[in-house]
């Protein structure tokens, strides 16, 4: 019983020292931070069952929670997002100097499906923006509520600046530029990037900022862009419901994907869809590589010597009419 005691208050202990090194050395965001502080608990409940240390556990240890997930049919995505945080867990003990050794350091991340992400086509995202504030044909912004004007202009900023909930729903109004057309985004880690808004953008923050949120505030000084009816912060759970009342099988995450799949589809390259995002690794933005063939088939068919639509090439004549060794285009 005393072991027990020891083992959970020191893995309680270290898994509270290294929360609070990813919120304050390396700017990781709460909902973040409670996903690390799942893992690791789960992690260490499965070790205390043998009077076992995170800090001390071995690789045929963490090897046999791996196993253990595997076993209870946890999907390998999970399985390697668990796996990724043990990693992070043990890397800062080695950079603290509190073990000798990486136990994850030989173990194989699970590989599992790549999913692609689902997408609405452009038809479904103009209906869902046009069924709120004044999107609709003949509506003028005097007839629409304060409510509508937030929606549409949040609706915007989800599909035409790709942000992720958290993002809008933490944007305060200093971050916006109307005159420049961008606004500043803190995305995963504290990170800022600059996110361009567009012309439908624009207007639609402009009309909310001007005819809509002052009917929101109850208080002053309230930094946050968009309010709910009593003046508060929305939250990404209020945002999220929003988002399903306009199109059921829609989600603000869901827009995050359509705006990134649209644009490849129109010939964005990915690394500007991956600064767009705010994705720390390209790898991440990857995964709408295969929007890309299409666009790379046609650049293939264009240009490529064996390409199906390629101007092909003709001698040029020599003297006495033998063929020499240059090539011409041939005309059209």
Known sequence: MENDQQSDGSNLNLIRGYLTYLRVEKGLRPLTCEAYQRDLLQCAEFLEKTNGFLASAKHEDLAGFVAHLQAHQVEARSRARKLSCLRGLYRWLLLDKRIAYDPTIHLETPAGWKVLPKSLSEAEVVTMIDQTGHGAAGSRTEECTPQSLRDRAMLELLYGGGVRVSELVELAVEDISLQQGQMLVRGKGDKERIVPLGQPAIEALTEYLEHGRASLMRKANVREVFLSQRGHPLTR????????????????????????????????????????????????TQIYTHLALGRLKAVHRAHHPRGAGHIPLKPTEGLNGAPARGFELKPR
């Open 237 to 284: 759970q209020t945002v999220w419901t929003m988002v399903k009342q306009v199109n059921h099988r829609a989600s603000p995450h869901m827009l995050r994907h359509s705006c990134a799949t649209h644009m490849v589809e129109h010939g964005a390259d990915l690394r500007t869809v991956q600064t767009l995002l705010g994705h720390a690794d390209i790898a991440t």
